[in-house]
């Protein structure tokens, strides 16, 4: 039974499906280098609208990459802490809508 792992904590978007023998089945990393580059450290809102962008094309590619079907997700998992507070909330919010649309 896949668990599907989302981390947003500051400025990389990320999933990760485990197995239920804690295998990596898939991870799947988008970075924010090139947009925070500019101002030589992470801009929190620019990071936060970044994972909006991003979040569930990142949760599709892991699914995907891990040959499994979104339905098969049995429980998911989120970073809820330390990180950027807009950051956070997206990925707490794609975790809940996830596992809603589970049961």
Avoid: F, Y
Wanted: hydrophobic share 50%; with cysteine.
């Amino acid at each position: 039974m896949p668990l599907l792992a989302i981390e947003t904590t500051c400025d990389e978007t990320a999933a990760a499906v485990i197995s239920q023998e804690r295998r990596v089945l898939s991870s799947v990393v988008a970075s924010q280098d090139e947009l925070h580059a500019r101002w030589r450290g992470v801009v929190p809102e620019i990071a936060s609208r970044a994972h909006v962008d991003r979040i569930i094309p990142i949760i599709d590619q892991a699914i995907n990459k891990a040959g499994i079907k979104h339905s098969q997700i049995t429980a998911v998992a989120v970073a809820i802490r330390p990180g950027l507070i807009g950051s956070l909330l997206i990925g707490l919010s794609a975790a809940k809508a996830i596992a809603a649309s589970l049961q």
